[in-house]
T-cell receptor, first 113, second 116 residues
């Protein structure tokens, strides 16, 4: 069982470009999440999805969008990347959204120049 | 509003020493959940423990133990006889209904370095 996979592992992106970070889980978890991790700030929730077909905004949603067309996939899109979006992005999933344990993917390191 | 404070930014200990990582939380709810995660140098986040607010019993798992005290809003994590493999950043996190249970709030982390 792979758990959660994220792609790419790392990416350098020019400002203004569009970028989609991919996240796939094989645990049939209902809920999925996107976080960004910045030094000194811990992890901050960007968007979440309680179940396929639904999404919600987290703490820092501006500049990001998500979709949840099916249970397994939860892509994160930066429509027009800016340098402040340079970060490490983690995807996570949990069986339910109700304070259930979240399991994390390996992360994507994104640099926006 | 939910808040998690990990006041210790970095801690260094010599191998085999015991070390306690502090976590203080704020919540207006009586029902909530607390978590600890480990992030080793390789970068992945590893789940360690989940505890609900109604269970104040301390928990021990091998060299790891957790002390949950509602009276001081603390959920401290102790590593006994530390080892080099314990070197990592440790995050405490809180989930409560006022934030929506899915909106887990993480502390800023404590970086633990175990020196051989």
């Amino acid at each position: 069982i792979a758990g959660i996979t994220q792609a790419p592992t790392s990416q350098i992106l020019a400002a203004g470009r569009r970028m989609t970070l991919r996240c796939t889980q094989d645990m049939r978890h209902n809920a999925m999440y996107w976080y960004r991790q910045d030094l000194g700030l811990g992890l901050r929730l960007i968007h979440y999805s309680n179940t396929a077909g639904t999404t919600g905004k987290g703490e820092v949603p501006d500049g990001y969008s998500v979709s949840r067309a099916n249970t397994d996939d939860f892509p994160l899109t930066l429509a027009s990347a800016v340098p402040s979006q340079t970060s490490v992005y983690f995807c996570a999933s949990s069986d339910t959204w109700d304070a259930d344990t979240q399991y994390f993917g390996p992360g994507t390191r994104l640099t926006v120049l | 509003a939910q808040k998690v404070t990990q006041a210790q930014t970095e801690i260094s200990v010599v191998e085999k020493e015991d070390v306690t990582l502090d976590c203080v939380y704020e919540t207006r709810d009586t029902t909530y959940y607390l978590f600890w995660y480990k992030q080793p140098p390789s970068g992945e986040l590893v789940f360690l423990i989940r505890r609900n607010s109604f269970d104040e019993q301390n928990e021990i798992s091998g060299r790891y133990s957790w002390n949950f005290q509602k009276s001081t809003s603390s959920f401290n994590f102790t590593i006994t006889a530390s080892q080099v493999v314990d070197s990592a950043v440790y995050f405490c996190a809180l989930s409560d209904p006022s934030g929506g249970y899915q909106k887990v709030t993480f502390g800023t982390g404590t970086k633990l370095q175990v020196i051989p």
